[in-house]
């Protein structure tokens, strides 16, 4: 898959995002990676954003104070 079909690709939106959290005033929720949560716009909800994490990343990240653990 081409880097450019990748953006496209459902894979990366907000919905499987771990930085999104359900709630909020619209029904696509908030997104959780500024220091005031705020919420996600209509036309960015499907289409996702360079901060986009995969929902397993973002529980290590939750759990771990987002600290490397080496050793």
Known sequence: MKL???????????????L???GGINAFGLC????E????PSKIVDKGCK??????VQKVIDRFDGRLING
């Open 4 to 18: 450019k079909d990748q953006k496209k690709s459902k894979a990366s939106s907000c919905w499987d995002c771990g």
């Open 20 to 22: 999104r959290k359900k």
């Open 32 to 35: 959780t990676w500024f220091d």
């Open 37 to 40: 949560p705020k919420e996600i």
């Open 51 to 56: 901060l986009w994490r995969g929902e397993f």
